[in-house]
T-cell receptor, first 114, second 109 residues
Framework: ETGVTQTPRHLVMGMTNKKSLKCEQH?????MYWYKQSAKKPLELMFV???????ENNSVPSRFSPECPNSSHLFLHLHTLQPEDSALYLC?????????????FGPGTRLTVL | GQNIDQPTEMTATEGAIVQINCTYQ??????LFWYQQHAGEAPTFLSY??LDGLEEKGRFSSFLSRSKGYSYLLLKELQMKDSASYLC??????????WGAGTKLIIKP
């Protein structure tokens, strides 16, 4: 399999549930990202990992918890979410997080919080 | 604050040419990206401009003027499959990507 894959593609959860989103990249990249995409709004960067180390955390609520066990895998653990957290969650990877980096995206997980 | 502006929606005719504009105000500039995103799919990389001028790639071209804080994406010989959202993003002085909200392009036969 090539590129960036994300599972599940769709997720419906209640506010008291705990779930995890998974991202895997097959590009040999060293940087991985989580974004939130809401309708008609710009992409919001949530977390950045570079060589498995978290380098950015853009004031994301603690109900979102990232995990990066290695440079190919990235998880987003979800618990006690709110309905306003419903959105498309995109994972991306890039070679190094450096100056001329281009990010490559997965297809996203469409999350609905009831 | 940092801001990227692009039109919310545009409509064009199959076979025609369309220009999607992007203006930005950011703290520093380290390159501008254009991505295409079909509904329900991943954004895919189209172009990268860091110097002023026009970059041509097949039917798609991207232009940058750093002094004006302005870019455009030019799509020629439009095809129905070009119906998608087009996202403009600028890398600022901290190498963070600042994203626009995207322009939804509708192609009519």
């Amino acid at each position: 399999e090539t590129g960036v894959t994300q599972t599940p593609r769709h997720l419906v959860m209640g506010m008291t549930n705990k779930k995890s989103l998974k991202c895997e990249q097959h590009l040999g990249h060293n940087a991985m990202y989580w974004y939130k995409q809401s309708a008609k709004k710009p992409l919001e960067l949530m977390f950045v990992y570079n060589f498995k180390e978290q380098t950015e955390n853009n004031s994301v609520p603690s109900r979102f918890s990232p995990e990066c066990p290695n440079s190919s895998h990235l998880f987003l653990h979800l618990h006690t979410l709110q309905p306003e957290d419903s959105a498309l969650y995109l994972c991306a990877s890039s070679p190094s997080g450096g100056e001329a980096d281009t990010q490559y995206f997965g297809p996203g997980t469409r999350l609905t919080v009831l | 604050g940092q801001n990227i502006d692009q039109p919310t929606e545009m409509t064009a005719t199959e076979g025609a040419i369309v220009q999607i504009n992007c203006t930005y105000q950011t703290s520093g500039f380290n390159g501008l990206f254009w991505y295409q995103q079909h509904a329900g799919e991943a954004p895919t990389f189209l172009s990268y401009n860091v110097l002023d001028g026009l970059e041509e790639k097949g039917r798609f071209s991207s232009f940058l003027s750093r002094s004006k804080g302005y870019s455009y994406l030019l799509l020629k010989e439009l095809q129905m499959k070009d119906s998608a959202s087009y996202l403009c993003a600028v890398r600022d002085s901290n190498y963070q990507l600042i994203w626009g909200a995207g322009t939804k392009l509708i192609i009519k036969p």
